[in-house]
Nanobody
Framework: QVQLVESGGGLVQAGGSLRLSCAASGRTFSNYAMGWFRQAPGEERDFVASITWTGGNIYYADSVKGRFTISRDNAKNTMYLQINSLKPEDTAIYYC????????????????WGQGTQVTVSS
């Protein structure tokens, strides 16, 4: 089992920045590929970014490329999502997830999930 806890969400004006964190406990964090997903009201949960267990391969959704940066610190059992140039359409609950294997984009392929952190961007 892997337990995940997100933090760092909040209310921010358009153009602002946030840094989300995902703290992991339980099994060896460094064994897991990690991902960030987001879900707006009435929408499906969408892929945002993912990172392999080494951090050597990183993937982004087209909608966030150039504005979001995913990273991880295996020594601290923590993953991060730096979000810059926030837009109102970025408003959603942001979830982190973990899986053994590749850093894929499909939410259903992730075994472990956090409870989410709300990001709200005002215009």
């Amino acid at each position: 089992q892997v337990q995940l806890v997100e933090s760092g969400g909040g209310l921010v004006q358009a153009g602002g920045s946030l840094r989300l964190s995902c703290a992991a406990s339980g099994r060896t964090f460094s064994n897991y590929a990690m991902g960030w997903f987001r879900q707006a009201p009435g929408e499906e949960r969408d892929f945002v970014a993912s990172i392999t267990w080494t951090g050597g391969n990183i993937y982004y959704a087209d909608s966030v490329k150039g504005r979001f940066t995913i990273s991880r610190d295996n020594a601290k059992n923590t993953m991060y999502l730096q979000i810059n140039s926030l837009k109102p359409e970025d408003t959603a609950i942001y979830y982190c997830a973990a899986r053994l294997g590749l850093a894929v984009q499909e939410p259903r392929r992730y075994a472990y999930w956090g409870q989410g952190t709300q990001v709200t961007v005002s215009s």
